[in-house]
């Protein structure tokens, strides 16, 4: 695997000789919490629309097969900051605030990947890699950090708390000093968003005369919603809409900040999303449409998201990109971009800048992609062209059919399973509604090849198959 891997990565550089050479861009990354596929206008919103979130598919490139490594919250960011598959870094699942794990000192963030070349680093909003200070965002090449170390509701904060369950005493807003700021009241969240605008815009203020790397992380729209004053009832058609209106209005706030210094041309923004919506959620939850399923499973539409990226003469204006790509990829492609050194330990991710720039007919460097979830499940291979997904034997949550909840009260799910593998057509069938393998069993045979390979590198629970390549998490005890 190790070998396979390596030989694709100078295979992929080899043939991407061509691609610009080291510069060094600012870096914007706008990450959103629980944010559905459809859930901006270039992807398909429909109740309200979403103009400077969509003014980056206008000046940059819209990605329709774009995913994250895993459907929840710290495997997901854990992958984006490290360029792995998060549970080779022994991150699985969404850490709760009395866990005593988080993301390890030897891992290499996108902080400290920018950190070689001088960059400002700064991370506003929600972190959730560890919230004890040996894994908050300062210990992890960030110069500073203001938000919430975990999820908006984590415990006693839960729409689904009982009341007289015991819960974590605070929900702490996280300053420079990484302590908690004694001025805030926990229980109004309706500040969060413009609190984390205000930070981002007063970070590109202060640090415009040099490159600077800042990861907006919104808290929303991930339940329990809120949204200020400013923005109530602005939709006319809910609060989940009115959250989207005020998350636009944040992304505004950052482009015209970057055009009023006159930074835009030379600062790449990357904007999606952490996974797909909390169905079950219902009027709280956005929308997948046209995937299937949501957050919290394997299946598109839990781990395809929208992503929209910028970079004015770097990125050609109004295009798309049907290739597929993965968080995994960003860190790489980023050392490849400022000439930065990559991590002596081995990553998943590859360098995808021709893909993203759209050099000529280029190709996705990748064999394939997995997709975990759970603690260390293999639930799927999606084939690196984007053709063809294989779905392993495996358990997941489902409505059914059946509608979310209202009010912030969610409906329950229910199991499901996949009993035997499953094949998908993904560029004639996007739903996922017809099972092809009895067609394909060429197919099937390839990307389970795909899937044992994996497997010897990082483990499958579901086979009971340890990997060779993994690594622990940090932890305190």
Known sequence: MTRLILSAFVAANFAFGAAEPPSTPNVVIVFMDDMGYADISS???????????????????????????????????????????????????????????GIHSREMTLAELVKQKGYATCAVGKWH???????????????????????NDMWPYHPEMKKGKKGFPELPLIHENEVMDPDVNHEDQTHLTTDYTTRAVDFIEQNKGSPFFLYLAH????????????????????????????VDWSVGQVLETLRKNNLEKN??????????????YGDHAGSAAPLREGKGTSWEGGTRVSCLMSWPGKIPAASTCNTPLMTIDILPTLAHLIGGKLPDHKIDGL????????????????????????DNQLQAIT???????????????TLAGKPGGTGGIPAAYQGSKVTAPELYNLETDLSETQNVAAQHPDQVKKLLGYADQIRAELGDKLTGQKGSGVREAGHVE
């Open 129 to 151: 890699l560890g919230h004890l200070k040996p894994f908050l965002p300062k210990q992890h090449g960030f110069d500073h950090y203001y938000g919430l170390p975990y999820s």
């Open 219 to 246: 808290s929303m729209v991930h339940v329990p919603l809120f949204v200020s004053d400013k923005f109530k009832g602005k939709s006319g058609k809910g609060l989940f809409a009115d959250v989207m209106l005020e």
């Open 43 to 101: 992807f398909g919103a429909k109740d309200y629309s979403t103009p400077n979130i969509d003014s980056l598919a206008k000046s940059g490139r819209k990605f329709t097969h774009f995913h994250v490594a895993q459907a929840v919250c710290s495997a997901s960011r854990a992958a984006l900051m490290t360029g792995c598959y998060p549970n080779r870094i022994g991150i699985h699942g969404a850490l709760g605030p009395q866990s005593k794990e």
């Open 351 to 374: 360098n995808v800048w021709p893909v993203i720039s759209g050099e000529g007919d280029v190709t996705n460097p990748h064999e394939f992609y997995a997709n975990y979830y759970a």
């Open 383 to 397: 084939a690196g062209d984007g053709k063809w997904k294989l779905y392993l034997p495996h358990g997941y949550r």
């Open 267 to 280: 600062t790449l923004i990357i904007f999606t999303s952490d996974n797909g919506p909390w169905l079950s």
